[in-house]
């Protein structure tokens, strides 16, 4: 079975190269309250640009199609293909679909959007959000912070949070979310099912946490990517080989400082027992590619 994943441009699992070359919106744009997340990330720099991994089988993606908007690639697995900018005459539009790709094989998957700059001078990238679809026999869980722990069906989760002796402990804030400023702060939980999706927010110039699944897995590092105070993110996706019990665990790896927190909101756990409704596909057309009609 297929689902989507809705990650915003504020989602630490993106990758903005040069960082110091993206900017978030201006609270002066007129249209900022017309993007879905209320937001952007945006350049005007050639050839930088986002890219984002994930597994699964189709990838959409959406963002500004305006007066300023210039030409950009996207590279999907190795394969390039071109894209003209905005056209007079078109209506301006936030959150157009600047890039769809349905029906992909199943499995590992990496997208890149690089900006470039037309002959009359338009070269804005701006980047609103984008949807991934991924796959599996789902049972759907929500679970809120701290320390909780609901079953339904076969699916079990539980946070449990430390903090070592003389660190900040964890906090509970807003919306019940548990919060760590402690660069020693830990949050462990176990679930039995095959994906977890991990909501929060990383807040601070630096702010990061590294991430693990199951013994042995590779270490996933997690970098804040806005300076704004974001509400919660998609900061973590990873499906299971199995269906077992996953024990997962992520933990602050910063310096001490009050100015970096990290906020753990909720999870999502997936399993095998019943089904989540799934979201349709995006429908809309992307722009055409550079040297379309």
């Keep these: 079975m297929r689902f989507n994943i809705t990650v915003s441009n504020i989602s630490p699992l993106l990758s903005y190269l040069p960082q110091l070359l993206w900017s978030e919106a ?20 050639s050839n930088a640009n986002i890219s984002f991994s994930w597994a699964g089988t189709g990838i959409w993606v959406y963002g500004g199609y305006r007066q300023r908007s210039g030409p950009y ?18 209506v301006e539009k936030a959150d157009a679909l600047l890039f769809g790709a349905p029906a992909l094989s ?9 900006n470039m700059i037309s002959n009359d001078g338009h070269g804005v990238l701006d980047f609103s959000y984008l949807v991934f679809e991924t796959y599996d026999d789902i049972l759907r869980q ?4 701290p320390n909780s722990t609901v079953t339904t069906g076969s699916a079990d989760l539980q946070f449990h949070f430390t903090a070592p002796s003389g660190t900040p402990e964890w906090v509970i804030g807003p919306s019940n979310a ?10 462990d939980f176990t679930f039995t099912g095959s994906a977890v999706a991990l909501y929060g927010s990383l807040r601070g110039p630096s702010a990061r946490c590294s991430i693990t699944m199951d013994s042995g897995s590779q270490l996933h590092s997690v970098i804040s990517n806005t300076r704004a105070e ?19 665990h992520h933990q602050q790896s910063h310096s001490p400082d009050v100015a970096n927190v990290l906020v753990i909101q909720k999870a999502v756990t997936y399993g095998s027992n019943s089904s989540v409704p799934i979201s349709p596909e995006p429908s809309e057309t992307p722009p055409p590619a550079a040297g379309s009609n």
Excluded: W
């Design 230 to 248: 974001p509400g919660a993110q998609l900061l973590y996706f990873q499906t299971a080989s199995h269906t077992e019990s996953h024990p997962h």
């Design 73 to 90: 690639t996207v590279t999907l697995d190795q394969n390039s293909t071109g894209h003209s900018g905005y056209k007079v005459g078109d």
């Design 26 to 45: 201006d609270p002066s744009d007129p249209l900022l309250s017309t993007y879905q997340f209320k937001g952007y990330h945006s350049t005007n720099a």
């Design 106 to 114: 199943p499995g590992t998957h990496r997208i890149e959007l690089q």
């Design 178 to 187: 548990s919060i760590t400023n402690s660069s020693a702060g830990q949050a």
């Design 142 to 145: 929500n679970a809120t912070t």
